[in-house]
């Protein structure tokens, strides 16, 4: 096992805990230790162990943290992943571990990293319009339709002035995986739970926008809201 | 008139009182019980040797020692099958002192002084001897005063089995003696311990009965062991030199007790010290227990024996290292002398150093916190950092007159343990942090003394220190070891002041003082305290987390989310820390650690908490740049006199 997943496992187990800190001459990253039911250890092998790890990753824990208090949103994504890609690309480092030891993601399945990497992948240039997205749309985009489809949502959105947000994301989805046009898609979004409540008209906005979000023009309100209703 | 040595006749013999001196032999042993036992077998295993290599016993017989109780009649009979004595050596060695066949005295045998058969015999008040030799059968009878009847020699044997051997029988065991002697329970791993290789042996059989019960001891399988769990075979451990010769330690084993379905049979290592018949260290002669090395004690994980007969053997100048009881290697920190402890440390780091025990580590972290919480609690000022959720962990009560903040750093007695156990040393060491100015150029450290609370007596007392301080420039020193003799609550106290010399009453600038426990004491009055202020007592310290930071200060504060307390950042690259890690092991690294711990968490604490009043007062960023510029300073000074070894 390499040392990082040594050290991403114990933080999983929540054997150990990486602390950041302001201290009088900046900002630490210390490790809480919680093997056994002590929080302290300091057996010459733990420390090596620790230091081992502080060298390799405070640097990029510290810089983590300072994108933090800089940006939100998408931005933040973006930056995120930018590190993650430039970090992950040359180390033996998954990114779930990656996730896990720098404490970008929740959980350690890597996913929210792998997320941040393609924004930052797709859009090098912070071509993306922040104001239709948030982080998490744009995040969950990345896994959902290809780079070129993302791209288009991207332009599309803001051609349309349309705010992608839970329920249009949702959408795209269906329609996006949609292979017998606009009843399939409607059919799909008929499905899901988030969907049940809505009146017609906001289904049918919703489904819409999906469609013109995908660059797919074709389709009218009509055509769907009669669907919806058959 | 002057007297040359060669008109000298010395044709006297000092007298020789032989009761006190079999008295003395006996206090020679610390359990005589376990002396009889040891010397018992290891006369017969001699002996054995010894007639097979003259030709008295065959070469294939067995060895068979039986030890007969009767604790009705206050009785012990002692019988082996080991070929017996000659009328000589039974009337010149055995029934005398001090002065060993021979054979013995040559080094041959595992004995060697005379002595072995005079604390067998003080176990009780008279005995009856039998041996049955080649040669003949020689009886007597003799008393505990030294005193034996004349020698007789007899047709066949009366005591004995008639087997070629040697038969005691002990009347009026003494009853401390009997108590042990008739516990199977006690005996047992008592054999085990002592000759564990011996009973290993198949040829070699020893019978204990008690009251007609017939026990036979139970060791486990060296060999086995060593085949199946080693975790370190080496023929010879380095040499180490003692008074010009060269000695060293042979086949040294270390087991994976954690693999082993039983008990391991003992902690630590058991030096082993063979005779020059049996070809193998038959016999315990001392024994290692490391006291810093966590896998071989609590629980053991790992354990271990060698062969010692090498630093047993005679030296040139005709003296040995191992004791009259041959129980003990007269080497201080014979562990450590002999390469043993260094070799334990060797296969601890290889296959248990992972982690402390959880047991071992909330130990530290206790000791850790207590001694900051401690020291820390003896001022109110620090009250808002109080955490008032948890009971019991709380450092008890604040004193009446609680020192300012500024006194607690310019003078700190300090200690290296809050709580020893009797008999344990404690260092006892003296701070001075002298400020930006100084009235005067030199200062006494006085009334340097250790009061006992519990019994209100001095105990210790050192004379005053006079000393130069520099501004800015912290001294720290360390006064004595102090041995706590008896259990009680202490205060190392001390005052300073300015000195000028021939005059007097010179104000007193500060006084220190700390407490420590010695043995398990439980202070009633602190305890009643500690009870009433278990809501709202005050503890600092709830984490201790290591940095690395080269560049960076030593320790930091940084409030725990959701109030659970502080957690105290220490940096493990600060170099007292790093010179620490690469010069100590084990219990005295563990110590080191406590000590920097509880230093710089109280500087870390105060630091802390000016940083917040002066928040709180609403400080301009100017001072609250040179308040931090200030931490940075002492930490750079700090470091700057540890980096120059001063």
């Known amino acids: 096992m390499n040392k990082s997943r040594e050290f991403a496992n114990l933080i999983q187990e929540g054997s150990v805990g990486v602390n950041i800190a302001k201290s009088p001459w900046g900002t630490e990253v210390s490790v809480s230790d919680n093997r056994g039911e002590s929080k302290y250890a300091f057996s010459k092998e733990q420390l090596e162990q620790i230091n081992n790890f502080l060298s390799e990753y405070k640097e990029i824990i510290i810089e983590i943290d300072n994108i933090r208090k800089e940006y939100d949103g998408v931005d933040l994504a973006w930056h995120i992943g930018e590190i993650a890609e430039r970090y992950i690309d040359g180390e033996d480092i998954t990114n779930g571990d990656f996730a896990l030891i720098t404490n970008v993601g929740s959980s350690g399945d890597g996913t929210y990293t792998g997320q941040m990497r393609n924004i930052y992948n797709i859009f090098p240039n912070k071509e993306y319009h922040t104001e239709h997205f948030n982080k998490s749309t744009i995040c969950e985009l990345t896994q959902t339709v290809d780079e070129y489809s993302l791209k288009n949502i991207n332009s599309n959105a803001n051609e349309y002035n349309i705010n992608v947000r839970k329920p249009r994301l949702r959408a795209i989805r269906d329609v996006y995986n949609s292979d017998d046009g606009v009843s399939n898609s409607v059919e799909k979004a008929l499905d899901r739970k988030l969907f049940k409540n809505m009146d017609s008209d906001e289904l049918t906005d919703v489904i819409y926008d999906a469609h013109l979000l995908l660059g797919d023009e074709s389709v009218s309100k009509s055509e769907i809201k009669n669907l919806i209703l058959e | ?646």
């Open chain 2, 1 to 646: 008139m002057n007297r040359t040595k060669s008109k000298q006749k010395f044709d006297n013999e000092a007298k020789v009182n032989t009761a006190n001196s079999i008295k003395r032999i006996r206090s020679d042993y610390n359990q005589p019980w376990v002396g009889l036992l040891r010397e018992t077998i290891q006369n017969s295993t001699d002996g054995v040797g010894f007639n097979r290599l003259q030709g008295n016993l065959p070469n294939e017989q067995d060895l068979t020692i039986e030890f007969i109780v009767d604790t009705v009649e206050k009785e012990l009979m002692i019988r082996d099958n080991a070929g017996g004595m000659d009328f000589d050596t039974f009337h010149n060695n055995l029934l005398a002192i001090d002065n060993p066949s021979d054979d013995k005295a040559d080094g041959n045998g595992a004995g060697s002084y005379g002595r072995g058969f005079w604390v067998i015999m003080s176990c009780g008040e008279w005995a009856e001897l039998e041996t049955n030799h080649t040669t003949g059968v020689f009886a007597s009878s003799v008393n505990i005063e030294g005193m034996y009847d004349t020698i007789q020699t007899l047709d066949e044997p009366s005591l004995g089995s008639g087997d070629k051997g040697t038969c005691y029988r002990i009347h009026g065991v003494r009853d401390d003696d009997m108590s042990y002697l008739s516990d199977w329970d006690t005996i047992e791993p008592t054999l085990v311990e002592n000759f564990a290789p011996l009973l290993n042996d198949d040829s070699v059989n020893i019978e204990y009965t008690i009251d007609g019960e017939t026990h036979t001891p139970e060791a486990p399988d060296l060999n086995k062991l060593r085949q199946e769990y080693a975790l370190c075979e080496e023929s010879e451990l380095e040499p180490f030199t003692y008074h010009g010769e060269e000695h060293k330690v042979l086949d040294f084993t270390m087991i994976d007790a954690t693999k082993m379905d039983d008990e391991p049979p003992w902690t630590g290592v058991m030096l082993f010290k063979g005779n020059d018949y049996l070809g193998y260290p038959f016999m315990k002669v001392d024994w290692y227990e490391p006291r810093g090395i966590p896998s071989t004690k609590n629980p053991t994980k790992m354990f271990g024996w060698c062969d010692a007969s090498d630093i047993c053997r005679p030296r040139k100048d005709g003296t040995t290292l191992e004791n009259n009881a041959h129980d003990d290697i007269q080497l201080s920190r014979t562990g450590t002398k002999t390469n043993i402890q260094s070799k334990v440390y060797d296969v601890h780091d290889a296959f248990f150093k992972d982690n402390y025990t959880t047991e071992e580590k909330t130990e530290l972290l206790n000791a850790v916190q207590n001694n900051v919480n401690s020291l820390l609690g003896t001022t109110d000022a620090f009250d808002t950092f109080s955490k008032s959720t948890r009971s019991g962990t709380g450092t008890g009560p604040s004193p009446s007159s609680p020192p300012s903040v500024t006194s607690l750093s310019f003078l700190r007695c300090k200690t290296d343990k809050y709580n020893v156990e009797v008999g344990e040393d404690i260092s006892l060491g003296i701070e001075v942090n002298p400020q930006n100015t100084l009235d005067y150029d030199m200062y006494e450290i006085s009334n340097i003394q250790v009061r006992n609370k519990t019994e209100d007596e001095i105990v210790y007392e050192v004379p005053s220190i006079i000393t130069e301080l520099v501004e800015n420039e912290p001294l720290e020193q360390i006064i004595d070891i102090f041995t706590c003799d008896e259990m009680g609550k202490y205060v190392f106290s001390a005052e300073i002041s300015g000195y000028i010399d021939g005059e007097e009453n010179i104000e007193t600038k500060d006084t220190s003082k700390t407490t420590f426990i010695v043995g398990e004491f439980e202070d009633a009055s602190t305890k009643d305290e500690s009870d009433k202020n278990s809501e709202g007592s005050v503890e600092f310290i709830s984490e201790v987390s290591p940095f690395t930071n080269p560049d960076g200060g030593k320790a930091f504060i940084q409030p725990i989310s959701d109030g659970e307390g502080l957690r105290l950042n220490v940096n493990t690259a600060w170099p007292a820390f790093v010179n620490a890690k690469e010069t100590l092991r084990g219990d005295a690294f563990e110590q080191k650690q406590e000590k920097l711990f509880t230093d710089w968490g109280v500087d870390a604490v105060i630091d802390h908490w000016v940083t917040e009043k002066l928040q709180d007062l609403g400080a301009s960023k100017e001072i609250l740049d040179f308040n931090e510029k200030r931490i940075k300073t002492t930490d750079d000074l700090e470091k700057k006199k540890v980096m120059n070894n001063e």
